[in-house]
């Protein structure tokens, strides 16, 4: 990145750069200033909240929702209503074999575990919801309070420009009645990482904006802070010469 001088205009050599202090030395007209960093910001219209999804806190932000997908339209409930239907029917037909002595006791048994995990399954995906919190460091998400086999996920920060809503390759490629999106986080080295997926995107619109919206908030914070270290820094070092005062780049 280059750096010019706002009084000359002149680019600033790396040597005479302070990352620590993120301040700069103009070797051309010997000005000091401070060096901002903005953030990309990422374009996104405003979108009004969903009713179902709850703002649980604003800051820090934490946000809360059931599947927000028509169960009929849900593939994993789907499966998971399949599953214990078949299961359970399997294992009821094996218990009055069983009964009459025509098969042993694990068979039934196996049967109806599997019967068991199916069931559950379909209560996470019914009763549970998603939890999205953010901190100054990092996203949490989990899925709660029944304990689910989704894990918890953390996705931190650090290096984060901005947030996006795409749609899914999947939906573009086949179409979908209802649109699906992922949220991904933009990094400054040009990386991206998934942060939640298949949302619709009402859904997907307003939970990036609203990370966004915090990103940017943040590295306001940041920059008031900067700009308050450096108000401290010039006002002890006012009496310094200026030749000493620019020993910080030597």
Same mark, same amino acid.
């Given at each position: ?22 301040? #700069? /030395? ?21 979108? @009004? ?25 849900? @593939? ?14 399997? #294992?009821?037909?094996?218990?009055? /074999? ?68 795409? @749609? ?5 490629? @086949? ?15 040009? #990386? ?59």
């Amino acid at each position: 990145m280059a750096v010019h001088c706002p009084s000359c205009q002149r680019p600033v050599p790396a040597e005479q750069i302070n990352i620590q202090r993120m301040a #700069a /030395l103009c070797a051309a007209c010997g000005s000091v200033f401070e060096i901002v960093i903005p953030r990309a910001k990422a374009k996104r219209r405003k979108v @009004e909240r969903p009713p179902a999804l709850r703002l649980l806190s604003d800051e820090p932000l934490h946000l809360a929702f059931r599947t927000n997908f028509r169960l009929d339209k849900n @593939e994993n409930f789907q499966a998971s209503a399949s599953m214990g239907g078949v299961f359970s029917l399997v #294992a009821l037909l094996m218990t009055g /074999l069983y009964l009459e002595g025509d098969l042993p006791v694990f068979l039934p048994l196996i049967f109806a575990a599997l019967a068991c995990v199916a069931l559950y399954s379909l209560a996470t995906i019914v009763y549970n919801t998603t939890q999205i919190r953010l901190d100054s460091e990092a996203i949490h998400i989990a899925r709660g309070p029944l304990p689910s086999f989704t894990r918890p996920r953390q996705i931190s920060l650090e290096g984060v420009d901005s947030f996006s809503a795409d @749609e899914t390759a999947a939906s573009q490629r @086949e179409g979908y009645d209802t649109p699906r999106y992922h949220i991904r986080a933009h990094y400054a080295d040009g #990386a991206r990482r998934l942060v939640i997926g298949d949302l619709t995107e009402d859904y997907a619109e307003y939970i990036a904006g609203q990370l966004n919206r915090r990103l940017r908030d943040e590295d306001e914070q940041i920059a008031q802070r900067l700009s308050d270290d450096w108000d401290d820094g010039r006002a002890e070092s006012a009496e310094e010469s200026r030749p000493d005062d620019k020993q910080i780049f030597a």
